[in-house]
């Protein structure tokens, strides 16, 4: 009975034991799972933070919206990030990028608010995102390039870009038929009106606000300017000196963004846009208000400024590649590639001229043309130069901007004195105007969109040959 008894005990001790180490087991390994999932979780974290910056360095250096997610969906190949269950969604102030799998779920938020244009910036993101994949970037890698990129210092010091844009509203001037010493006027007023607006954006000062305050003080300079006596042309830099402001960039991305279905984006552009040009339009009407308030005939002397060319074809290349190269400083592109715009530029503008006084087509299809043949030729050239499209092709066609037609618009609603007729020239002003301004956006968009649509199935052929050889070198992001 008693050995019964000492049997049983130890039997019971030992499946206690048994039990209780099971239990240990069953603990240890809950622990280790956990510890696992936290750390995939902090993985996908920070590949979605990765995948975000990029995001916002685009869209703070205005790309159209097709490109911030063709870029970011090929960023997020390479993160490992499968494409069936990543969402993106692009505003002008905020990304959202959501993975979901079915069962598990995780967002992440990044506001943007520094807008810019930084051409550079879209072209070494662009190769980023190709260089990562071919040469097997760790994640610290691509992080440390991703910040070279987001700190690396512009091409061209503030004061040389002011430069620049001053030559590029001086280009203007001359592409509008002023003789060189005021091409010389519109250039400084434009140097110090460009200058005053970096000012008031460091001292904090609003941007529109700044952009009128810019416009205001170039506007008086060059008003000034025509009491001097040196030219005589003295009221065309009146015309170009604000012109560094009109917003080239965000008016063909949103057509862009309009026609690719990305309507809210493309909305708040031309939102924008309107914003900046009404910014622009008040400091011109403050400062004509305020010192021209007795020259009652200005806006006749404006009406009287021929818009058909009297000079030969090269002045006004001249004229074309001098405003693109300015244009192209202000949105900080490549020095290697001044040259390649500058030609741009006379192409786009001879275009405009030829369709539209030698073939006598008009304004609105000749500044189409101009935009259309800089496009078709830009496709290619993305391929010599190794850049975007949008890198050679805005800077090339923002020098047949219709400032003419803009400024007889604005002077003749500003000096409206009753007379029959004076709505109906305003409004024939700023519509073909806008319609200019249409052309040239759509001249550059359209080969640009069907070229992109012609070559998206090669380009995502090599994408993926490409990460199949990353993951044959068991290189692949898990």
């Not at 005053?196 to 001292?203: S, Y």
């Not at 690719?260 to 622009?280: C, S």
């Not at 935009?371 to 890198?391: D, E, M, Q, R, T």
């Not at 090339?396 to 020239?425: A, D, H, K, Q, W």
């Amino acid at each position: 009975m008693v050995v019964a008894c000492r049997l049983f005990l130890y039997f019971c001790t030992f499946f206690q034991g048994n039990i209780m180490l099971t239990n240990m087991t069953m603990k240890d390994n809950r622990k280790i799972n956990e510890q696992l999932s936290e750390q995939e979780v902090l993985l996908l974290r920070r590949k979605l933070d990765l995948l975000l910056r990029t995001g916002k360095l685009l869209v703070e250096s205005a790309a159209d919206t097709n490109r911030i997610v063709r870029n970011m969906y090929r960023v997020a190949a390479y993160l490992g990030l499968p494409e069936d269950k990543l969402h993106i969604d692009v505003s002008y102030t905020m990304l959202v990028v959501n993975v979901s799998d079915g069962a598990h779920s995780y967002s992440k938020f990044q506001k943007c608010e520094k807008h810019g244009i930084n051409m550079t910036a879209l072209s070494e993101i662009s190769k980023l995102s190709w260089r990562a994949i071919e040469r097997d970037y760790s994640l610290d890698q691509y992080e440390e390039e991703l910040n070279k990129i987001s700190t690396k210092k512009r091409n061209y010091t503030p004061y040389l870009v002011a430069v620049g844009a001053g030559f590029a509203c001086g280009g203007f001037c001359k592409l509008f038929g002023c003789d060189w010493i005021a091409f010389l006027f519109a250039s400084i007023s434009a140097f110090c009106g460009f200058r005053v607006r970096a000012r008031c954006i460091e001292f904090g000062i609003n941007v529109y606000m700044s952009i009128a305050i810019a416009a205001f003080v170039s506007t008086c300079l060059a008003y000034l300017s025509s009491f001097t006596g040196l030219s005589s042309t003295p009221y065309h830099p009146l015309l170009a000196c604000a012109l560094f402001i009109v917003p080239g960039v965000p008016l063909i991305n949103f057509v862009d963004d309009m026609i690719d279905n990305y309507l809210l984006v493309g909305i708040t552009r031309a939102a924008n846009t309107v914003m900046m040009v009404g910014a622009m339009a008040f400091g011109i009407v403050l400062a004509m208000r305020l010192l021209v308030m007795e020259d009652f005939n200005i806006d006749k002397k404006f009406s009287e400024l021929s818009m058909v060319p009297h000079d030969s074809y090269l002045i006004y290349a001249i004229a074309a590649a001098i405003s693109a190269v300015g244009f192209s400083m202000i949105f900080n592109i490549q020095r290697r590639l001044l040259w390649v715009v500058a030609l741009g530029g006379v192409i786009a503008v001879c275009t405009r001229n030829f369709v539209n006084f030698e073939l006598g087509f008009g304004p609105v299809i000749g500044s189409f043309m101009g935009g259309f043949i800089v496009s078709l030729i830009a496709i290619k050239a993305v391929h010599w130069f190794h850049v975007p499209n949008h890198v050679l092709t805005i800077p090339s066609v923002i020098p047949m901007i219709p400032g003419v037609l803009m400024y007889r618009s604005l002077f003749t609603f500003i000096n409206m004195t009753g007379v029959i007729g004076e709505v109906t020239l305003a409004m024939s002003n700023g519509i073909n105007a806008s319609l200019i301004i249409l052309c040239i956006s759509l001249g550059v968009a359209v080969p640009n969109i069907f070229a992109r649509r012609y070559i998206a199935n090669d380009r995502q052929r090599f994408l993926k040959e490409e990460l199949e050889k990353r993951k044959a070198r068991g290189k692949s992001i898990q």
